[in-house]
C-alpha cells in the first residue's frame, strides 16, 4: 500500500505562484510519481510525471509554467506553479505507481482556484 498526502492547494490570484507538495508512506519501491488534476465537469488530466530515472514529462498546457521535482530518498513530490491561469483551476492530485505488481495510487487531492 501507498499513502500519498498533498498538501499547498489554495486560491490566487491570474498570474500568481503556487506550489504543491506530496509525501509518500510506504514501503514498497516506487518507480513513477506524477501530478494530475480534474475541473469541475472534465475527465482528470496528466499534469506533471517524474520517470523513476528523473525524466520528466509535462502537459502541453503547463510546460514552460510548471515545475515538478523529486526526492526519491525522501518520497516526496513537489509542484510549482507560475504564472497561473483561471484554467489551471482544479483539484490536483499526487499519483505514484509503485510494487511489483506494479500499481497505481492516489492522493486524496488539493484544490487550487486562480481567481480575481
Known amino acids: 500500500q501507498v499513502q500519498l498526502v498533498e498538501s499547498g492547494g489554495g486560491l490566487v490570484r491570474p498570474g500568481a505562484s503556487l506550489g504543491l507538495s506530496c509525501v509518500a508512506s510506504?514501503?514498497?519501491?516506487?518507480?513513477?510519481m506524477g501530478w494530475y488534476r480534474q475541473a469541475p465537469g472534465k475527465q482528470r488530466e496528466v499534469v506533471a510525471v517524474?520517470?523513476?530515472?528523473?525524466?520528466?514529462n509535462y502537459a502541453a498546457s503547463v510546460r514552460g509554467r510548471f515545475t515538478a521535482s523529486r526526492d526519491k530518498d525522501k518520497k516526496t513530490l513537489s509542484l510549482h506553479m507560475n504564472s497561473l491561469k483561471s484554467e489551471d483551476t482544479a483539484v490536483y492530485f499526487c499519483?505514484?505507481?509503485?510494487?511489483?505488481?506494479?500499481?497505481?495510487?492516489w492522493g486524496q487531492g488539493t484544490q487550487v482556484t486562480v481567481s480575481s
Open positions: 499519483n505514484a505507481m509503485a510494487g511489483n505488481t506494479p500499481l497505481f495510487y
Open positions: 510506504t514501503s514498497l519501491d516506487i518507480h513513477n
Open positions: 517524474v520517470l523513476h530515472d528523473g525524466t520528466i
